[in-house]
């Protein structure tokens, strides 16, 4: 995306119209995301797509219908997995850390299931469905304000805060649903009290056509997010109708709200250019902005960042800053790799760098002047692979662009990205260990 909004709304308003002609019927996959097993779910449209920096945004509903579907595919030995039955319309697809849970839009409602057998552990009136990398937590918007239930007893009337007010024909409210809100480590949605599902207050319905949710991608390591934030965030990327805003919640502050005041915010930002849905791990935030931040304030150009939460703040990390086309940054479940894409050949890292470096690995450098993925090293904050080492004897296109890109721990080293060519385009999985090893 290079023209904010209304560029996204109309693109999607033709994607529709263009999907449902019957002459279509080439599948194409694109939008992966990536468990630390090999493990991918990825969309499945009937037209080729570019992936851009607004993966997800809410626009022409209904989206997904019966010419969208998911498959999910393990890495190494299985193969395909799960693709989305005959008649029913999924997309929108996440997946979690152990590859065990897989959150989807279908139709019109959210729905977590296990994707060797199908079955279905969650469903809701809602769409944007995302999944926490535990498992343990999903994030949604829906119309209905009668999923709240803080107690988990499903009686609407004792609810503490009370259930939201209806948002409106246009709204939509942002729902957090804890699928272990007793802490026995069992994802058991069934057993009374054991499953809550919260509402986050934002001071007023969510009403603006371009909004991306995301929860933290490595799985909950304390039960006291007071001491750490792992596995504990929320963000959320949108439009407020003057400026764009990226913002940070804190799940354990949501479990514990009483009152229908607004919920407390752990990192906001915010610019007058589009902001790419946040890439969350640990207590690391991951975006891109197409332009200068206004709050905090930054460098007049697009720039990829990362920023780590302290107390209530955000701290920059590493912004790093290219010559070409920009996607939306993501962090490995750890929170120690970066990756993106650009067509840039070099990059220049803010207050580091006095002049753009070149893109090398070795004796490659970019030469294509396409899109490729980057992968960073946070702790040396040096790229360590690309796509271009796969280009040619690796089994990828020398001229196909790609782009959005999903990463597991930096142990596993699984990465999975999007190959376009002229009349497809693909999901493919790599992995560091070896560099150029292609698995799909």
Same mark, same amino acid.
């Given at each position: 995306?290079?023209?904010?909004?209304?560029?996204?709304?109309?693109?999607?308003?033709?994607?529709?119209?263009?999907?449902?002609? #019957?002459?279509?019927?080439? /599948?194409?996959?694109?939008? !992966?995301? %990536? $468990?630390?097993? &090999? *493990?991918? =779910?990825?969309?499945?449209?009937?037209?080729?797509?570019?992936?851009?920096?607004?993966?997800?945004?809410?626009?022409?509903?209904?989206?997904?219908?019966?010419?969208?579907?998911?498959?999910?595919?393990?890495?190494?030995?299985?193969?395909?997995?799960?693709?989305?039955?005959?008649?029913?319309?999924?997309?929108?697809?996440?997946?979690?850390?152990?590859?065990?849970?897989?959150?989807?839009?279908?139709?019109?409602?959210?729905?977590?299931?296990?994707?060797?057998?199908? #079955?279905?552990?969650?469903? /809701?009136?809602?769409?944007? !469905?995302? %999944? $926490?990398?535990? &498992? *343990?937590? =999903?994030?949604?918007?829906?119309?209905?304000?009668?999923?709240?239930?803080?107690?988990?007893?499903?009686?609407?009337?004792?609810?503490?805060?009370?259930?939201?007010?209806?948002?409106?024909?246009?709204?939509?409210?942002?729902?957090?649903?804890?699928?272990?809100?007793?802490?026995?480590?069992?994802?058991?949605?069934?057993?009374?009290?054991?499953?809550?599902?919260?509402?986050?207050?934002?001071?007023?319905?969510?009403?603006?056509?371009?909004?991306?949710?995301?929860? #933290?991608?490595?799985?909950?390591?304390?039960?006291?997010?007071?001491?750490?934030?792992?596995?504990?965030?929320?963000?959320?990327?949108?439009?407020?109708?003057?400026?764009?805003?990226?913002?940070?919640?804190?799940?354990?502050?949501?479990?514990?709200?009483?009152?229908?005041?607004?919920?407390?915010?752990?990192?906001?930002?915010?610019?007058?250019?589009?902001?790419?849905?946040?890439?969350?791990?640990?207590?690391?935030?991951?975006?891109?902005?197409?332009?200068?931040?206004?709050?905090?304030?930054?460098?007049?150009?697009?720039?990829?960042?990362?920023?780590?939460?302290?107390?209530?703040?955000?701290?920059?990390?590493?912004?790093?800053?290219?010559?070409?086309?920009?996607?939306?940054?993501?962090?490995?479940?750890?929170?120690?790799?970066?990756?993106?894409?650009?067509?840039?050949?070099?990059?220049?890292?803010?207050?580091?760098?006095?002049?753009?470096?070149?893109?090398?690995?070795?004796?490659?450098?970019?030469?294509?002047?396409?899109?490729?993925?980057?992968?960073?090293?946070?702790?040396?904050?040096?790229?360590?692979?690309?796509?271009?080492?796969?280009?040619?004897?690796?089994?990828?296109?020398?001229?196909?662009?790609?782009?959005?890109?999903?990463?597991?721990?930096?142990?596993?080293?699984?990465?999975?990205?999007?190959?376009?060519?002229?009349?497809?385009?693909?999901?493919?999985?790599?992995?560091?260990?070896?560099?150029?090893?292609?698995?799909?």
């Amino acid at each position: 995306m290079r023209s904010g909004g209304s560029f996204v709304v109309a693109a999607l308003s033709v994607l529709t119209l263009e999907i449902g002609v #019957s002459q279509i019927s080439t /599948a194409n996959e694109w939008h !992966p995301s %990536i $468990s630390n097993t &090999g *493990r991918a =779910v990825f969309q499945v449209l009937r037209l080729p797509r570019k992936a851009d920096l607004f993966q997800f945004p809410v626009a022409s509903l209904p989206i997904p219908d019966l010419t969208f579907e998911i498959q999910v595919a393990d890495a190494v030995g299985v193969g395909r997995v799960y693709f989305t039955p005959q008649d029913i319309g999924e997309g929108r697809p996440s997946i979690d850390a152990s590859g065990n849970w897989v959150a989807c839009q279908r139709g019109s409602v959210v729905t977590v299931f296990e994707p060797t057998t199908g #079955s279905v552990a969650y469903q /809701a009136p809602g769409i944007m !469905p995302t %999944i $926490s990398g535990s &498992g *343990r937590f =999903v994030a949604f918007l829906s119309q209905d304000p009668n999923l709240h239930d803080p107690d988990g007893d499903g009686d609407p009337s004792n609810n503490q805060p009370p259930n939201p007010p209806p948002p409106g024909q246009a709204g939509w409210i942002l729902y957090v649903h804890d699928r272990d809100a007793d802490e026995d480590r069992n994802l058991d949605e069934s057993a009374p009290g054991a499953t809550w599902t919260r509402y986050v207050h934002l001071g007023y319905p969510i009403r603006h056509p371009l909004v991306s949710l995301r929860l #933290s991608q490595d799985p909950v390591t304390s039960a006291d997010p007071t001491t750490d934030l792992t596995g504990w965030l929320l963000g959320l990327s949108f439009f407020n109708g003057t400026q764009w805003e990226l913002r940070i919640y804190d799940i354990g502050q949501l479990r514990s709200r009483t009152t229908e005041s607004p919920d407390r915010v752990r990192g906001v930002v915010s610019s007058l250019y589009p902001l790419s849905p946040p890439s969350i791990a640990g207590s690391r935030v991951a975006f891109t902005a197409q332009g200068q931040l206004s709050s905090p304030v930054g460098p007049r150009v697009p720039a990829i960042w990362v920023f780590e939460i302290r107390a209530d703040a955000m701290a920059p990390v590493l912004g790093v800053t290219v010559r070409g086309s920009l996607g939306a940054a993501v962090l490995s479940r750890d929170g120690r790799l970066l990756a993106f894409h650009t067509s840039s050949a070099s990059f220049q890292r803010i207050n580091q760098d006095p002049e753009p470096v070149p893109f090398s690995f070795g004796n490659v450098g970019d030469w294509n002047a396409i899109d490729d993925v980057y992968v960073f090293d946070l702790l040396t904050t040096q790229p360590i692979w690309s796509t271009l080492l796969l280009r040619g004897s690796g089994g990828i296109g020398l001229y196909d662009p790609c782009t959005a890109p999903a990463l597991s721990d930096l142990t596993s080293g699984w990465i999975a990205f999007q190959q376009t060519s002229q009349t497809k385009s693909q999901v493919r999985i790599a992995n560091f260990h070896p560099p150029t090893g292609i698995y799909r």
